[in-house]
């Protein structure tokens, strides 16, 4: 209760629950105060939500010398063609997983603009990645193999289906309508589990296995755990299904498979392995 110059009693204004005024500062210069803050921080809000300015493109390399000039350099050739996708800000970050070429020599030597981080020993396909993730400076992350059997190019594309159609995760489709040169037991495996997972979780996917995608950094939880291994792709397309991310696919060309890569029975395990791990 306050009292006025005419004697009077009135009330003071209630406070917000939390709050006391701040020494120096009667109750209503205390609310005018409070009251600016959360104007304040209302106007500021739509930078919360401001497309994403940069890449962060993470590669995995393992035993790649005779490719990774290839790789990097058709990486950083496409900066231009990431600006006119919205896109302001390239980062590569290659991750050496213990190799035992020149491959770490290479890229520490002839390429500066290139994060260069290092594994003392190999420790696999997703560990790799994982490292790469956790390294990503910007809000949008993406990723290739070494061996120059994906296409850059396409990168761009990928990050507009983010920027202009508000996908969480795109996944660059070999199986999609471009040309591939993928092996026909792997090309059976993948249209299988692409199959499984689309009956499993009602959504379409043609390319569950691709090692060329964008996703927002602040989806990467919804995504974890992922495996260390070379199973990391299958698994993160199943675990986006299943947590009902928003995903594209992208048509890419695509080659032949990484160093990393097996084929066979044993891709085909891989598989049915992840429907275990997430189902």
């Excluded at 770490?104 to 020993?121: Q, S």
């Excluded at 296409?151 to 070999?174: K, N």
Aim: net charge negative; proline share 8%.
């Amino acid at each position: 209760v306050r009292v006025c110059p005419n004697g009077r009693r009135t009330a003071e204004p209630p406070l917000r629950k939390g709050l006391k005024p701040s020494h120096g500062l009667d109750t209503v210069r205390h609310m005018a105060y409070v009251t600016a803050r959360v104007d304040a921080v209302a106007q500021a809000a739509p930078e919360a939500v401001t497309p994403p300015t940069g890449l962060s493109i993470c590669i995995p390399v393992y035993n790649e010398e005779g490719a990774i000039r290839e790789t990097l350099d058709r990486c950083l050739a496409i900066g231009d063609a990431l600006r006119g996708a919205g896109i302001a800000h390239l980062e590569v970050i290659a991750v050496d997983d213990g190799s035992t070429d020149r491959s770490a020599e290479i890229i520490g030597a002839d390429y500066p603009g290139v994060r260069l981080i290092r594994h003392e020993r190999n420790a696999g396909y997703g560990a790799a990645l994982k490292t790469g993730f956790a390294a990503a400076r910007w809000p949008l992350v993406g990723f290739l193999d070494a061996d120059a059997t994906y296409p850059p190019e396409c990168f761009p594309a990928l990050c507009a289906s983010i920027v202009e159609g508000g996908a969480d995760l795109v996944i660059g489709s070999r199986m999609a309508g471009s040309d591939t040169e993928m092996p026909a037991v792997r090309r059976l495996g993948n249209t299988f589990f692409a199959g499984l997972l689309t009956l499993l979780g009602r959504a379409p996917v043609t390319d569950s296995a691709s090692g060329m995608r964008v996703f927002r950094r602040e989806v990467l939880d919804l995504l974890s755990p992922l495996p260390d291994g070379l199973n990391l792709t299958p698994v993160m397309s199943t675990r986006a299904i299943h947590e009902r991310i928003t995903v594209v696919e992208v048509p890419i060309p695509g080659l032949l498979m990484s160093s990393y890569g097996y084929d066979g029975p044993y891709y085909l395990d891989l598989y049915l392995y992840d429907v275990e791990w997430n189902y």
